[in-house]
């Protein structure tokens, strides 16, 4: 998207805390906030990840959501966080940050651990499809009381910057990561109606996903929440669906929705 595209939409309003970015913004959409708009926050005192998950969000964090409207098919939904993850991605490697990648399906890693998360809620107004791109950026690493034992370290951004390398400001982060979030889905919604009705929820940005996923090639541990799955195989990508292929012991490739597992590297 043009810079000129974002013009009308101004600088990204900052409010000093709210409960929740996604939660907030989501009811601008309804009462008419336009495409792009976006608000961020110091702070946040309900912020959450997938599965209703808590996300610790102490004031130094960049805590932004961003607004955006869908023109696809519902059936192609579902590939809209991955092309927000890229958008992220993209923003974060044009400012230098080393190693960025996209843990499936949608946390931001670095060689040096969990950079962040990014949520993207869905809604209708009028019949409108409205989307909330919501994401929790580290600026710097955040120390917890308590933390599981098989998580991944938590990163900040300061820690996977080049030596010497100038650190942006988190207004410019938010205003690139909105400017490449926005860039992203509308490459991804030009690659869906082109293909009409062959397109697949992640047609257009499923090599791009694949090039940036995390793990890829690697052991992998993969688990339901209820029990009902737990294996170790090897992450071989992504398939059109956005679904993890893993391939078991058995030499067999299984495909698993984000809807249903989680996974983390075993090593």
């Not at 409205?130 to 938590?154: F, H, K, Q, T």
């Not at 900040?156 to 080049?162: A, K, R, S, T, Y």
């Not at 688990?223 to 956005?242: K, M, Q, Y």
């Not at 809807?259 to 090593?267: A, E, G, K």
């Amino acid at each position: 998207m043009a810079d000129t595209q974002l013009d009308h939409l101004g600088a990204i309003e900052v409010l000093d805390e709210v409960d929740s970015t996604n939660e907030e913004l989501m009811k601008r959409a309804r009462a008419g906030a336009p495409q792009g708009a976006a608000l961020r926050a110091r702070a946040q005192l309900q912020g959450r990840g997938r599965r209703s998950h808590g996300w610790t969000s102490p004031e130094g964090g960049l805590y932004l959501s961003v607004l955006i409207k869908p023109t696809v098919p519902d059936r192609v939904l579902s590939g809209l966080p991955v092309a927000c993850g890229i958008g992220v991605a993209n923003a974060l490697d044009g400012f230098g940050c080393v190693g960025v990648q996209l843990k499936w399906p949608n946390d931001v890693v670095t060689p040096k651990g969990k950079l962040g998360g990014i949520l993207v809620e869905l809604g209708r107004s009028s019949g409108e499809k409205l989307a909330v791109c919501g994401m929790g950026i580290n600026y710097e690493s955040i120390a917890m009381s308590w933390r599981d034992p098989s998580a991944l370290p938590i990163a900040g951004l300061v820690d996977c910057m080049p030596e010497g390398a100038a650190v942006p400001s988190l207004d410019d982060l938010a205003e690139a990561i909105r400017a490449s979030i926005l860039e992203a889905v509308d490459m991804w919604t030009e690659s869906i109606e082109k293909a009409g009705s062959a397109a697949a929820p992640l047609t257009g940005i499923k090599d791009v996903y694949n090039e940036l996923l995390a793990y890829a090639g690697e052991r992998v541990y993969v688990s339901a929440p209820d029990g009902s799955i737990s294996e170790n195989g090897t992450l071989r990508g992504v398939d059109s669906w956005g679904r993890a292929l893993i391939e078991l012991p058995t030499g067999t490739v299984q495909a698993y929705d984000s809807s249903r597992v989680s996974l983390r590297p075993t090593r």
